[in-house]
Structures are given as C-alpha cells and as structure tokens.
C-alpha cells in the first residue's frame, strides 16, 4: 500500500510517464517484498513472531538434502503465507549453480494480472552469512 501512495505522490508532483507495465511493477514489488521477508529473522517482528525466516548462516554453505530442503520449505512457507500475491510457490535446488559459498534456489509460480496468470521464476540464493538475494 505504501508503494502506491508513494507512486501518487511522485505522480501528481512531476506527472512524469514511465515505460513501465502494470506486470513490471508488480514484479518489482513483489522482489522487493520477497528480499525483505526473506532477510528478517524469526522472531524478530513483536506483531508476528512467525514472520521471517529462521538463521540460514550455519546452513548456508552446506548441500546436505535436509539441509537445503529445511531452506526450500523455510522459503516456501514464508511465500505462501504472507506474498499471495505469487501463486501456487514452488522452491527447489538450482544445482547446476550452487558453489561452496553460498546456495542458489528457483522460486516459481504465477502472479495474476488483468485476470491473466504471468508466469515467474525468480532466482534466490542464501550466502554463507544467511543473507538472501533475489534476482
């Protein structure tokens, strides 16, 4: 909500036009969202205390399966329960790009816009120091 008032304000002071779609800006709200659920830990959000996601530091690194399913499930649950904007989220390992550092997973699913669903795959990686990136 407050990226559409912020987009009204800026509107009415320069009336500026963008190039920009109604599915880019979805996007780019729905990455901005993601990056910041993804990177605020369990606990810390006094209103939710599910909220977040649990300390990926000592898994990150790791390509042990429990290990990176307990990060695909983390990052699964986190989407469906607070970005319905993304339908129907599925996360798995991207092994083909996974290197000691860090883990890198695909996050995909559909965003409906205008009674459409545009499909999305969003590339997510966790660093050895917890921290996650969409891209």
């Known amino acids: 909500m407050l990226?559409?008032?912020?987009?009204?304000?800026?509107?009415?002071?320069?009336?500026?036009?963008?190039?920009q779609t109604q599915?880019?800006?979805?996007?780019?709200s729905v990455m901005n969202h993601l990056t910041r659920l993804l990177?605020?830990?369990?606990?810390?959000?006094q209103i939710d205390p599910l909220f977040g996601v649990p300390d990926f530091t000592n898994l990150a690194g790791?390509?042990?399966m429990g290990s990176?399913?307990?990060?695909?499930?983390?990052?699964?649950?986190?989407?469906?329960?607070?970005?319905?904007?993304?339908?129907?989220?599925?996360?798995?390992?991207?092994?083909?790009?996974?290197d000691?550092?860090?883990?890198r997973f695909a996050l995909e699913g559909a965003l409906e816009v205008d009674d459409r669903e545009i499909p999305l795959r969003i590339s997510t990686t966790?660093?050895?120091n917890g921290r996650v990136s969409i891209a």
């Open 3 to 19: 990226e559409r008032i912020a987009s009204w304000e800026a509107g009415e002071e320069g009336d500026a036009r963008t190039n």
């Open 23 to 28: 599915v880019d800006v979805l996007v780019r």
């Open 39 to 45: 990177n605020t830990r369990q606990g810390s959000v």
């Open 62 to 64: 790791t390509t042990a």
């Open 68 to 98: 990176t399913r307990e990060i695909e499930e983390e990052i699964r649950r986190m989407v469906l329960r607070y970005e319905p904007r993304i339908k129907s989220p599925r996360v798995t390992l991207n092994r083909e790009e996974t």
């Open 100 to 103: 000691v550092l860090s883990i």
């Open 126 to 128: 966790v660093g050895a």
